[in-house]
């Protein structure tokens, strides 16, 4: 599975405007696409890689 950042795409299969169900942004990039699977997996998974840590 892969996420994407964007939220539409601007054309998809022939039409333009297509929401991205896999995108981590809303249609208009305003929000989250899924807000509890932030909270829940995203936030706890990029902590537990502890990215501020200087070596």
């Known amino acids: 599975m892969v996420w994407s950042l ?3 795409y ?3 299969s022939g039409a ?5 169900t896999w ?3 809303n249609y208009d990039w305003s929000g989250w696409n899924h807000p509890p699977t932030i ?3 995203w936030k706890p998974w ?3 890689m502890n990215p501020t840590r200087k070596a």
């Open 16 to 20: 333009q405007g297509v929401p991205d």
């Open 46 to 48: 990029v902590k537990a």
């Open 39 to 41: 909270e829940d997996v």
């Open 23 to 25: 995108g981590l942004t």
């Open 10 to 12: 601007r054309v998809r």
């Open 6 to 8: 964007a939220g539409s």
